[in-house]
């Protein structure tokens, strides 16, 4: 987090009230974009497999605990954006608990992170600036370095 600017932080900070302002509705939002765009990433989610239409996607607990999970995560780091110790902590469990109990490849990351960013350009239309813009790429590019390094680090190879 070291490499985000104060400017950086505050568009971070600005954008993510929205976000959690409802962390059930965009998670969930996130978790459909994720499984519309990119189906193959279904066969992690072993409850999910069997969801198929995006009326049951919208219906589903399982879709909506996760939403959830994968908002309150990225609302930990954004509220350790300054303390960089606490950051690498959260990551570090994220990378084990997904490499261990998962199974779930690094470059999943990269596209769920890609799914949030094309998320935010639609729903934020002009107010999405490009400073904004660089800010959560930058974000994203630290998360996911530090998670790929976990991964080798745990001998991940898949």
């Known amino acids: 987090m070291t490499d985000l600017t104060e ?25 459909l974009r994720l499984f519309t765009d990119y189906p193959e990433t279904k066969k992690y ?11 049951e996607m919208q219906k589903s607990a399982q879709i909506k605990r996760h939403g959830k999970a994968v908002m309150n995560r990225l609302n930990d780091l954004i509220e350790n954006l300054e303390n960089w110790d606490a950051a690498c902590d ?3 469990h994220l990378a084990e608990r997904h490499v261990h109990v998962h199974k779930v490849g690094v470059q999943n990351f990269r596209i769920i992170f890609n799914v949030i960013l094309n998320i935010l350009t639609e729903t934020l239309g002009d107010g999405y600036t490009p400073e904004i813009r660089e800010a959560w790429e930058k974000l994203f590019n630290i998360i996911f ?5 976990c991964y080798k680090e745990l001998g991940a190879d898949f």
């Open 45 to 55: 989610f072993k409850t999910f497999k069997n969801i198929s239409t995006e009326e």
């Open 90 to 92: 959260i990551m570090t």
């Open 145 to 149: 370095s530090y998670l790929d390094n």
């Open 7 to 31: 400017a950086d932080r505050g568009h971070l900070r600005m954008v993510w009230k929205q976000l959690f302002a409802d962390p059930e509705a965009n998670g969930r939002a996130v978790v």
